[in-house]
């Protein structure tokens, strides 16, 4: 018992320290942004360089050594009160009022209140604090935080900000909006709270789960099939990879001409060889199709392991039922797969069965999944290093986080390599906005952070960017946000670094594939969240049931009713967009068949010129180019045949191009006004 205390007694005393050395560190940084007030480019990667690290760094130390003689002296005073936690509160309120500053009257301070929120749900013992004992500096810290929230609500462009998140949206349809999504919300909060034998046993939740996954497998993939057949996936990046796995069925090499006008391994731009999992059922089906119904199964399959989180867990029937329909209608596994096949999909079920070996402390299945993570692209790396870090410093499991740390460290340094070495280079440009000093390459991106925290919040907070986390975050009801944990928010870092901090679009955009990692270990936060609120605590390994207050039962399920709804709402939204790929599968069956038919024409052996829409449906020769990246100046690959979309909303400018290939020695066989155009090579037998 006396080892025990003394542990926890100094695991308390460790925290207490870092949460000093932040603390100070926002307050030095507060002072760098004063000191600059004037000079409008500091926040941007020119002052994230080595220029004003002295300053930072004696003001850091010195603010440290002064918080450490405060805590020391004070702690007498302070009966038991977390000090550290105070003066960490203290120096947030000061950093984010100087960033606000800096944000006043621009959307980005939108952003900036969620934030500030956030922190004031995290520091609520020193408003329970500030009431109870009416100790002085907490009714300070009190007062200040909702001063600072005053202001803030203030310097939001409210009318800018409403454009930017409900744009196309007429301005009588909020209200109802708001009534709809409050009714549902309520609605589910009394059908969760229902104490009913159907909700609250293991055999609801099995069919729910059964359901839920055969219903988001239908709702994604039914729309990623009809992308396909309704000729309507781009060479970039759909039919590029129909043509690699046509190779890989052939040859099994990845081979594809699409990706850089030349025969080219696949895996000289990225190194993903989990993508012969999924080769056995292209050879089953063999139709590019597949894969992208592949791609919503694979997503699908994750609800699985989660579900088997969730009991491990010890969480009731209701929750796991809830958690369900959360996945389900979660936007971000829903709406990324809505660019075609990525193998950033796998990264959902491989994360969420590492998880679970995690929390089981499963040795051999935490190995097998942290190498099948990998698999899935090189940059997958940085998912396993999140974990890495949480479980060393979350679970003390030391040595299986430094084995997944330096496992993962070694395959991203030799994936690079590769790379940069034998393939066509590592895509590292992404992050060159991030990067304070060049010499220093990706490892000046942790600097930037340190040296100029404001720059990097100016990149997280860029006004684009502030739809984008509503979405990722309001179908998990913001839940990641509000552990007072410190150690779960490493697993935060993927999502900033990966989708919040770099400016490439596509990876802050739901409709892409960058979100599936991130969008695990937030997902993984809400679970944890969830778990540290339930009724069922452990207490010598035997499960002890324990009333808690009736409001921690309501807050709960409060933010599972939220966070289903507003997947449900944001899903819809999506999914009703992309709603006309079904309906013109339907609507134009005709037309695509008649179009399919002239390319059938086409020998499989013949080298083909085609426009971006229709290379994946002659994805299955070994010679396949794209007119719109091929031709330049000109000068192009004399294929065989040449194939031209004609569509009003697909077609290129083929007025101009087909009096050009004629006059080089092309015969034209078929030319369907509004539907296609076949070219042929006058001497191809």
């Given amino acids: 018992m006396d080892t025990f205390e003394s542990r926890k007694k100094s695991l308390s005393t460790a925290n207490q320290k870092l949460l000093t050395i932040i603390a100070s560190w926002l307050l030095a940084s507060t002072l760098m942004n004063w000191i600059y007030r004037n000079t409008p480019t500091y926040f941007s990667v020119k002052h994230a360089g080595l220029d ?50 800096r944000l006043k009257f621009t959307i980005p301070a939108a952003t900036l209140l969620i934030v500030n929120l956030t922190s004031l749900i995290l520091a609520r013992d020193i408003f329970f604090s500030a009431i109870r004992t009416s100790w002085l500096p907490d009714k300070l810290l009190s007062i200040s935080g909702i001063a600072m929230v005053s202001f803030n609500l203030y310097v939001i462009p409210w009318e800018d900000t409403k454009n930017r998140l409900f744009s196309g949206s007429e301005a009588g349809t909020l209200v109802p909006l708001l009534l709809v999504y409050i009714a549902i919300i309520l609605a589910l909060m009394i059908v969760f709270n229902m104490k009913s034998s159907f909700l609250n046993n293991d055999r609801t939740v099995v069919a729910v789960v059964i359901i839920a996954m055969l219903l988001q497998i239908f709702l994604s993939g039914r729309i990623l099939y009809a992308r396909y057949e309704t000729l309507s996936t781009p060479t970039y990046d759909f039919n590029l990879f129909a043509q690699m796995f046509h190779s890989m069925a052939e040859k099994l090499q990845p081979i594809t001409t699409l990706e850089r006008n030349m025969p080219l391994s696949h895996f000289s731009i990225h190194l993903s060889p989990v993508y012969y999992l999924m080769l056995p059922f292209y050879l089953l089906f063999r139709t590019p199709a597949t894969l992208n119904v592949l791609q919503a199964i694979i997503v699908g399959s994750g609800m699985i ?36 096949l990525h193998e950033n999909c796998f990264l959902v079920p491989f994360l969420l069965w590492l998880i679970l070996s995690i929390e089981k402390k499963n040795s051999l299945g935490m190995t097998v999944f942290t190498l099948l993570t990998l698999s899935v692209k090189e940059d997958a790396a940085l998912y396993i290093w999140a974990l890495a870090a949480f479980i060393i410093f979350d679970r003390k499991m030391v040595k299986q986080g430094l ?33 304070g000093v060049p010499e220093w390459s990706l490892l000046s991106v942790p600097y930037s952070v340190i040296r100029n925290p404001g720059f990097i919040l100016s990149k997280v907070f860029a006004e684009e960017k502030l739809a984008y986390i509503i979405q990722m975050m309001s179908p998990l009801a913001f839940m990641p946000l509000l552990s007072r944990k410190l150690t779960r928010w490493i697993l935060l870092i993927p999502f900033l670094l990966m989708n919040l901090m770099v400016d490439y679009q596509y990876q802050y955009d739901m409709r892409f594939q960058y979100n599936y990692g991130s969008y695990i270990l937030l997902f993984y936060m809400a679970l944890l969240f969830v778990k540290d609120h339930t009724d069922t605590e452990q207490m010598s390994g035997v499960e002890k049931t324990i009333r808690k207050p009736t409001c921690r039962n309501m807050a709960i399920s409060s933010l599972l009713a939220i966070a289903m709804t507003s997947g449900i709402l944001i899903s819809a939204a999506h999914l009703a967009q992309y709603e006309h790929y079904p309906r013109k599968l339907e609507a134009s069956k005709a037309s695509l068949d008649s179009m399919k038919n002239v390319m059938d024409q086409i020998p499989d052996e013949s080298s083909v010129l085609a426009t971006c829409f229709l290379t994946g449906y002659l994805s299955g020769r070994d010679t396949l180019y794209d007119i719109d990246y091929n031709l330049v100046d000109g000068t192009y690959f004399r294929a065989d045949y040449i194939v031209m979309d004609l569509r009003p909303d697909y077609k290129g400018d083929h007025e101009t191009l087909l009096p050009m290939f004629i006059s080089d020695g092309y015969e034209l066989m078929i030319m369907n006004e509004d539907e296609i155009l076949l070219l042929k090579r006058s001497d191809v037998p």
């Fill in 52 to 101: 004003g690290l002295l300053p930072l760094t004696l003001s850091w130390l010195t603010f440290t050594g002064l918080f450490l003689l405060i805590i020391n002296k004070a702690s007498k005073i302070a009966d038991g009160k977390d000090l550290a936690g105070r003066l960490l509160f203290m120096s947030w309120l000061l950093f984010s009022s100087s960033v606000m500053l």
């Fill in 305 to 340: 392991p989660m579900v088997l989180i969730a009991r491990h867990f010890r969480l009731k029937s209701n929750l796991q039922t809830a958690l369900s329909l959360i996945y389900l209608f979660s936007a971000a596994l829903m709406t990324s797969g809505f660019y075609d």
């Fill in 403 to 435: 084995a997944m740390l330096f496992a993962s460290g070694a395959y991203f340094i030799g994936a690079i390599r590769y790379l940069n070495n034998s393939g066509e280079g590592a895509m590292t440009g992404r992050f060159e906005g991030l990067i």
